[in-house]
């Protein structure tokens, strides 16, 4: 069931091949799809409404200034309501309609009043199809992110002439709107992420270590959420007690210098969320054995030497990802603190929380964080860690998308 859940609207043009939008009907529902069928005037002179209606279980839409319709759910939420936009067949005048932004009809205002994918099947005459004006309205639709199944080669139906212009079956037009609805849910298909998460455990000797209160949610979290918008996630952990997150390929470490050498080995990579805490110094010289008290003598004094930073490291590498996220963990000037940090770091972002002991930030299950990048700020309101998570994996994904 490729398509479980995914409502379709399906805009029907007149041309012949509109017979084979019957099939498509049954076999967009076969795969699970709810279909919502619109058909324009020239449609109805080919397939009638009461076929597409019995093979749809829906309502068929046929008219823009019609009261039922427009009363029942009028064309914006049409153009909204549903996953995907079908339009097949789609003709050489619903495509210059598009091309040119024209809506005096249902269809052709549906589809400028759309913010959904739109996947047109084109079925025309050869000459129609290779004509100057189709190809420059093609152009331009392709241009607008339109995306397109066909037309094939083949011979046509009414004229039994050759050439392109053919619709596509209805089985390519399936296949089509699957793969093009999985990477819709999946934007960041194809790219490799590098998370870190947790605490490090810098050891004093073999049994005493310096920590820090990170649970490590935070960062699990936004593995998971990259993962779920497809991204091939490496997460690179210090000592937690929560899980491995699904989809993800975990790399257990303990100390920053660890961690540096598990970050550099995951390279080269797109994206890089460097969430841990890691701890800014560790101990010079760690004891091979236990340290003993000795009665009546103060203890040795610890000598710290500061860790490698890896965010900082990852910022200015040769192999840098192209986007680079870093957190700053603050209890005071948040901004202020982040801004410089934007810098300092290499980074593209850098998300500022407050983790003064009050908010129970660390460790807890919200976070209250201020998005810093070098376009602007935005504030986030409190959310759970898991939306948080989801709503900087969007926000990376949509950087991808627009370049
Ligand atoms: O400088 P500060 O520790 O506040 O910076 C926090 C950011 O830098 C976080 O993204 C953290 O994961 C990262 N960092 C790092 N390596 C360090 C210190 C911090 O990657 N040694």
């Known amino acids: 069931m490729e398509l479980h859940g995914k409502r379709i609207l399906l805009i029907i043009a007149g041309g012949i091949a509109a017979y084979k ?26 397939i009638t409404p009461l076929a597409v209606g019995a093979l749809s279980a829906s309502h068929v839409y046929t008219d823009l200034f019609s009261r039922e319709d427009e009363q029942d759910v009028g064309h914006i939420r049409l153009a909204r309501e549903c996953d995907l936009v079908i339009v097949a067949p789609a003709t050489a005048d619903l495509m210059a309609k598009m091309a ?4 005096d009809d249902l269809a ?14 084109p079925a025309m005459n050869p000459v129609m199809w290779n004509a100057a004006p189709t190809r420059r309205n093609s152009a331009v639709l392709k241009a607008d992110g339109i995306h397109f199944i066909g037309p094939m080669k083949g011979e046509m139906a009414e004229s039994g002439e050759a ?14 709107a ?13 790219k490799r992420a590098i998370v870190t998460s947790g605490p490090t455990h810098e050891p004093i000797d073999p049994v005493r270590y310096i920590a820090n209160r990170s649970s490590g949610k935070q960062g699990h979290a936004i593995a998971a959420a990259l993962a779920k918008l497809g991204a ?5 952990s210090g000592p937690v007690t929560i899980a491995d997150p699904a989809g993800v390929k975990t790399l257990h470490v303990e100390t920053a210098q660890e961690m540096l ?10 994206i890089a969320v460097m969430v841990a805490a890691v701890a800014d110094w560790r101990v010079t010289a760690s004891a091979g054995q236990k340290i003993k008290k000795q009665p009546g003598e103060p203890p040795a004094p610890l000598l710290l030497a500061e860790n490698p930073d890896i965010l900082k490291t990852l910022g200015h590498h040769a192999q840098r990802p192209a986007f680079v996220v870093g957190f700053a963990a603050e209890t005071q000037d948040i901004e202020a603190n982040g801004r410089r940090k934007l810098d300092a770091k290499g980074a593209d972002i850098i998300i500022a929380n407050d983790v003064s002991p009050a908010t129970g930030i660390m460790g807890g299950d919200r976070n209250r964080v201020t998005l810093i990048a070098k376009d602007g700020i935005a504030q986030w309101p409190d959310l759970g860690k898991d939306e948080v998570a989801m709503r900087l994996a969007e926000t990376i994904a949509a950087r991808f998308t627009s370049v």
Not at 165 to 171: H, T
Not at 178 to 190: F, R
């Open 178 to 190: 699957v793969t093009l609805l999985s990477s819709q849910d999946k934007p960041l298909a194809g």
């Open 108 to 121: 052709s205002a549906v589809l400028l009043a759309t913010d959904r994918p739109v996947l047109v099947a």
């Open 100 to 103: 040119h932004g024209l809506a």
């Open 163 to 176: 050439g392109t212009g053919r619709m596509a079956e209805p089985l390519e037009i399936v296949a089509a």
């Open 261 to 270: 050498s598990a970050v550099l080995s995951a390279l080269p990579a797109d």
């Open 232 to 236: 091939e996630v490496t997460l690179i």
């Open 21 to 46: 939008s019957l099939d498509l009907i049954r076999r967009l529902r076969e795969r699970g799809a709810s279909v919502r069928p619109v058909m324009s005037r020239a449609a109805q002179e080919f």
